[in-house]
């Protein structure tokens, strides 16, 4: 087909998406969203659930684009993953057969931000969308795709709240989301210095409190009045508490290490594990997840919770 037309402009949006321009991508989505929503229509009808399986399409879209092998056929793929989103849906009121092709697609969790997160580019930009969300919702989307404390029970755990309030949330999310992801696709972004820098601060408070000297890294990085939130639901205020807390378990033989760190705006989750010493292994669970809330720079909340218990590991008597 002749340069400028339809299928011509679809195919080089999709290869420039395809080697990460996010812009191109945008563009991609933006362009089919009318249609996309008319296959939606003719098969849920009007109404939420609709609107729904849009969204869920864009997000499979996004996350499958490098898996279209016909650049010129970007229409009917994203059409495709539409009608699977639909029967998706459906499921819950009759089974509808799907077909090999489409099959594949249904695999996809289609609310996987984590799965964006490839290229150096389009990174920047799922985690610039990530941002814009509530600071509600974003806790629980980095939990849920970004770290090891993924279960609704366990989540709901450590953010304090029931776990129909997590669902609610992941739903809520969802929807914004996909609406930020398209409202910023033409935007710059580049954080990933601050993504490295989180990991950095991370270790570095670790490391100060191996090294004997956590009372300072804390003084330096969160604020004097922090309010920490216990495994067990105590609440503390101030360093007193965690430091000796934290000499306890350092005199006992236990070591932390970092395994894991996701960074939001205003929100950072520290997973670590913990090494217990041989001569005591169930010193301590197995690993500790840290939720910190900053303000103006520095950390003023915390919350702290174990995704395994000490008791999964002690062995039966």
Same mark, same amino acid.
């Given at each position: 087909?002749?340069?400028?037309?339809?299928?011509?402009?679809?195919? +080089?949006?999709?290869?420039?998406?395809?080697?990460?321009?996010?812009?191109?991508?945008?563009?991609?989505?933006?362009?089919?969203?009318?249609?996309?929503?008319?296959?939606?229509?003719?098969?849920?009808? @009007?109404?939420?659930?609709?609107?729904?399986?849009?969204?869920?399409?864009?997000?499979?879209?996004?996350?499958?684009?490098?898996?279209?092998?016909?650049?010129?056929?970007?229409?009917?793929?994203?059409?495709?993953?539409?009608?699977?989103?639909?029967?998706?849906?459906?499921?819950?009121?009759?089974?509808?057969?799907?077909?090999?092709?489409?099959?594949?697609?249904?695999?996809? #969790?289609?609310?996987?931000?984590?799965?964006?997160?490839?290229? %150096?580019?389009?990174?920047?930009?799922?985690? %610039?969308?990530?941002?814009?969300?509530?600071?509600?919702?974003?806790?629980?989307?980095?939990?849920?795709? *970004?770290? #090891?404390?993924?279960?609704?029970?366990?989540?709901?755990?450590?953010?304090?709240?029931?776990?129909?309030?997590?669902?609610?949330?992941?739903?809520?999310? $969802?929807?914004?989301?996909?609406?930020?992801?398209?409202?910023?696709? #033409?935007?710059?972004?580049?954080?990933?210095?601050?993504?490295?820098?989180?990991?950095? #601060?991370?270790?570095?408070?670790?490391?100060?409190?191996?090294?004997?000297?956590?009372? !300072?890294?804390?003084? !330096?990085?969160?604020?004097?009045?922090?309010?920490?939130?216990?495994?067990?639901?105590?609440?503390?205020?101030?360093?007193?508490?965690?430091?000796?807390?934290?000499?306890?378990?350092?005199?006992?033989?236990?070591?932390? $290490?970092?395994?894991?760190?996701?960074?939001?705006?205003?929100?950072? /989750?520290?997973? @670590?594990?913990? /090494?217990?010493?041989?001569?005591?292994?169930?010193?301590?669970?197995?690993?500790?997840?840290?939720?910190? *809330?900053?303000? +103006?720079?520095?950390?003023?909340?915390?919350?702290? *919770?174990?995704?395994?218990?000490?008791?999964?590991?002690?062995?039966?008597?």
């Amino acid at each position: 087909m002749a340069a400028g037309t339809g299928l011509t402009a679809d195919a +080089e949006l999709v290869m420039a998406a395809q080697s990460g321009n996010v812009t191109a991508l945008g563009q991609l989505l933006a362009r089919h969203e009318t249609s996309m929503r008319a296959v939606a229509l003719s098969i849920l009808g @009007s109404g939420p659930e609709s609107q729904d399986a849009v969204q869920d399409a864009t997000l499979v879209a996004l996350q499958r684009i490098g898996d279209l092998r016909r650049p010129e056929a970007a229409a009917p793929w994203l059409h495709a993953i539409v009608r699977n989103a639909c029967r998706m849906h459906l499921r819950s009121r009759v089974a509808v057969p799907m077909s090999h092709d489409e099959s594949v697609l249904a695999s996809v #969790d289609p609310m996987d931000p984590a799965a964006l997160v490839e290229r %150096h580019e389009m990174r920047d930009w799922v985690w %610039h969308a990530v941002d814009e969300l509530s600071p509600d919702l974003r806790l629980v989307v980095i939990l849920r795709y *970004f770290t #090891d404390v993924s279960a609704y029970g366990q989540i709901a755990q450590l953010c304090g709240v029931p776990i129909g309030t997590v669902r609610s949330r992941l739903n809520q999310a $969802r929807v914004k989301l996909h609406d930020a992801l398209m409202r910023t696709a #033409d935007l710059s972004h580049d954080d990933a210095a601050t993504r490295l820098a989180a990991r950095g #601060d991370a270790e570095n408070v670790i490391d100060a409190a191996q090294r004997g000297s956590f009372l !300072a890294e804390l003084s !330096a990085r969160w604020s004097p009045a922090v309010h920490i939130t216990w495994p067990t639901g105590k609440d503390t205020h101030g360093f007193d508490y965690i430091v000796r807390a934290m000499d306890r378990d350092m005199t006992a033989g236990v070591r932390h $290490r970092i395994a894991n760190v996701v960074a939001g705006r205003d929100v950072v /989750i520290w997973e @670590s594990d913990l /090494i217990n010493p041989p001569h005591d292994p169930f010193h301590c669970p197995p690993g500790v997840a840290w939720a910190l *809330f900053t303000d +103006e720079g520095r950390v003023s909340r915390v919350r702290l *919770f174990h995704p395994r218990p000490r008791a999964e590991l002690r062995p039966a008597v």
